[in-house]
C-alpha cells in the first residue's frame, strides 16, 4: 500500500455516511423496521426499497419485520410498546392511523399519546379503473351512467375501511350517486374481479395498477390526486374531470416509540432527508408511480390530524364507522 494511498485514507473515511454516522449516538445497532402489511404488497415493497438506501447511509444493517393485521394496527401497537432509542421504526401506511380508528373498535393506541413523529417519504395516488366493457370512457360518463342506474355500478376495494373504498365513498358524496361496494381480501382479487367484469371498478394504488393499465386489461379514468401521476401522464385527475374537493393522496412515513429523545430524533431526520435526496432512490419509487415528498415529524403530525378529521367525516357519512 503505498504512503499516498494512506495518506488520503482519512479523508475518504470522512466522506463515508457509515464513517459519519458511527460517530453519532444512533444507532449503535441494528434497526428494525416494522411494516404492519404482509410481505409482497405495496407497503412491504416501498419499506424494503427505504430499508435497503436507509441501511447503506447509517452503516447498519435496517431489518423489515412484517407484524400483519388489523389494517396495520397491530404493528403499531407493537412498536408504541417498543424500546424507545431508535432501534424499532414503524414505517407507517397513512390508512392506519387516518381511517383506521374510527371503523374498528377496541383499538389500543393514541396517535396523539402513543408515537414521535420523525417524517414523510413519499405519496402515492389511487387510480380509478373500470372493466373494459362498462360504457363510460371518462368520469362524466361514468356519473352520468351511475344516475340513470342507480345502484348499477359496483367498486371493488382491499376491504371494510380501506383506502380504496373510501376514495370511492368520496366520490359517491361528491356526486350523489349511488354505487354498491364490494370487499376483498386485498386489492389484487378485487383487481381480478374487474378485470373479468364481476365488478365494475375499483380505486387502486397507481404502482400496482400501472401494468394492467399500460397492457389494456382495465380503463384508467382518473387519478385521486390534485395533479395528474407521473407513471400515468395522459390520465387527467379528478379535479380535472371536474369533482370538485377531491383530493385523495395516500403516504408512507416513519414513526418511533413517544419517548424517542430529541436528539435521536433528529439524528432519524436527517437519514430520512439524506435517503430522499439520494437519486437511484428517488428514480425507483417515481417510476412506479410513487411521489418524494419528505415533511418533517411535526409536519407529519398535522397532516394526520387533518385527514383524521375528513375520514372521519366519510366514514361516518358512508354508515361504515365501527361501534365505540
Known amino acids: 500500500m503505498s504512503k499516498r494511498y494512506l495518506r488520503f485514507t482519512p479523508l475518504l473515511l470522512l466522506l463515508s455516511p457509515a464513517f459519519v454516522w458511527a460517530n453519532n449516538h444512533w444507532p449503535d445497532k441494528p434497526v428494525k423496521l416494522v411494516v404492519g402489511y404482509a410481505a409482497g404488497g405495496p407497503v412491504d415493497t416501498a419499506a424494503r426499497q427505504f430499508a435497503k438506501f436507509l441501511g447503506d447511509q447509517i452503516g447498519q444493517p435496517v431489518v423489515i419485520e412484517n407484524k400483519t393485521g388489523a389494517s ?74 351511475a344516475k340513470a342506474n342507480p345502484g348499477a355500478l359496483s367498486f371493488g376495494s382491499a376491504g371494510i375501511g380501506s383506502s380504496n373504498q373510501l376514495s370511492a365513498e368520496l366520490l359517491k358524496q361528491r356526486t350523489g350517486t349511488q354505487m354498491l ?92 432527508k439524506m435517503v430522499s435526496e439520494l437519486p437511484e432512490y428517488r428514480k425507483q419509487m417515481e417510476k412506479v408511480g410513487y411521489t418524494i415528498s419528505l415533511r418533517s415529524g411535526s409536519q407529519l403530525k398535522s397532516r394526520i390530524d387533518n385527514e383524521y378529521r375528513l375520514w372521519g367525516e366519510v366514514t361516518a357519512k358512508a354508515g361504515i364507522q365501527a361501534d365505540k
Open 72 to 145: 396495520g394496527i397491530i404493528a403499531a401497537e407493537n412498536v408504541a410498546r417498543a424500546t424507545a432509542d431508535g432501534s424499532v421504526l414503524y414505517f407507517l401506511a397513512s390508512p392506519t392511523l387516518t381511517i383506521t380508528p374510527h371503523i374498528q373498535k377496541g383499538i389500543q393506541i393514541d396517535k396523539d399519546r402513543d408515537f414521535r413523529y420523525l417524517g414523510n417519504l413519499v405519496e402515492y395516488t389511487n387510480v380509478l379503473v373500470v372493466n373494459n366493457k362498462l360504457p363510460v370512457k371518462n368520469i362524466s360518463e361514468l356519473i352520468a351512467y
Open 181 to 272: 361496494h364490494v370487499p376483498y381480501r386485498g386489492n389484487a382479487p378485487a383487481m381480478i374481479d374487474v378485470i373479468g367484469g364481476k365488478t365494475s371498478m375499483m380505486f387502486d394504488i397507481t404502482g400496482t395498477a400501472i401494468n394492467y393499465i399500460n397492457s389494456g386489461k382495465v380503463r384508467a379514468l382518473a387519478v385521486t390526486s390534485k395533479e395528474r401521476n407521473r407513471a400515468l401522464p395522459d390520465v387527467p385527475s379528478m379535479s380535472e374531470a371536474g369533482i370538485d374537493d377531491y383530493d385523495v393522496t395516500g403516504w408512507y412515513g416513519v414513526v418511533a416509540p413517544a419517548k424517542l429523545d430529541d436528539a435521536t430524533a433528529a439524528q432519524i431526520e436527517k437519514a430520512l
